[in-house]
């Protein structure tokens, strides 16, 4: 059973699963799923066509749901689908999609958005994904699993971040960043791999020395990008870590990558 407080406001369609709670004045709409176990703490506004998975806390002054920040949007009935397990601190900002993009927003499992993060419309963040205070994501961004967004960074508009990808704090990136590596700087250029990371998520040594020499290959090798990684994914066709880098890049086609500083 929902434990509702009585300042609270659930407007009438809003579906609530098994030990919903729900903190005073906090706002849900018509629309809104919320699944079994979420927790909602006071002053929270969840708004628009919005699913929240199961077990995630959503905290104080969070606006979820609320229409894109698009002048194509005319009120479509456009989505924000947030997964299991997830930790939205407070004055967090989550968008639905628009008609002309993906026409939903969607947040994986296990994510922790830390205060004042934004998430714009039509972005996909990956599973297990950390945005540390303040981090924004421009509309139609795509955030790899296990990726680290560091505070005050800044994820420019379409651009893709990969799996297990570390972005510093402060950084803007107006470019791709590949998988495992980390990107510093204002207009960030990347740093090496995220062996930090990588150790942390239990990637063994000779995994790690294949990801270090594909890396160097895809960057200083000879010939065009496109031989380059082609040349890499016949050398790594055994590792798949390798072979993640291999399909980031060509999933991007022409899109300019990160680079690494010189």
């Known amino acids: 059973m929902a434990e509702i407080h009585p300042t609270a406001i659930v407007a009438d369609g809003a579906r609530l699963g098994a030990n919903v709670s729900i903190?005073?004045?906090?706002?849900?709409?018509?629309?809104?799923?919320?699944e079994d176990d979420v927790a909602v703490h006071g002053h929270v506004l969840i708004d628009g066509h919005t699913t929240i998975g199961a077990r995630t806390t959503v905290f104080s002054y969070a606006a979820i749901g609320g229409p894109p920040q698009d002048t194509s949007y005319r009120g479509e009935p456009t989505q924000v689908i947030i997964g299991a397990d997830c930790i939205i601190r407070e004055?967090?900002?989550i968008h639905?999609?628009?008609?002309?993009?993906?026409?939903?927003t969607v947040v994986g499992n296990k994510c922790f958005l830390m205060i004042g993060c934004h998430v714009a419309h039509d972005c996909v963040v990956g599973n297990e994904v950390v945005m540390v205070n303040s981090a924004t994501l421009g509309g139609h961004t795509e955030i790899g699993e296990h990726a680290i967004l560091g505070g005050l960074?800044?994820?420019?508009q379409h651009c893709r971040i990969g799996a297990h990808a570390f972005v510093g704090g402060l950084s803007g990136i107006t470019t791709d960043v590949i998988p495992f590596v980390s990107a510093i700087g204002d207009r960030a250029e990347i740093g090496g791999l995220n062996i930090v990371g990588l150790k942390r998520r239990g990637f063994d040594r000779p995994t790690i020395h294949a990801l270090r020499a594909a890396y160097k290959a895809v960057f200083e090798g000879g010939g065009t990008r496109e031989d380059r990684v082609a040349r890499v994914?016949?050398?790594?066709?055994?590792v798949p870590a390798v072979l993640m880098i291999v399909d980031f890049i060509r999933a991007g086609g022409d899109r300019p990558l990160c680079m690494p500083r010189d």
């Open 23 to 34: 903190g005073p004045f906090s706002i849900v709409g018509a629309d809104v799923v919320l």
């Open 91 to 93: 004055q967090v900002t």
């Open 96 to 104: 639905r999609g628009t008609a002309r993009g993906r026409g939903k």
């Open 153 to 156: 960074s800044a994820i420019q």
């Open 233 to 238: 994914a016949d050398a790594y066709a055994d």
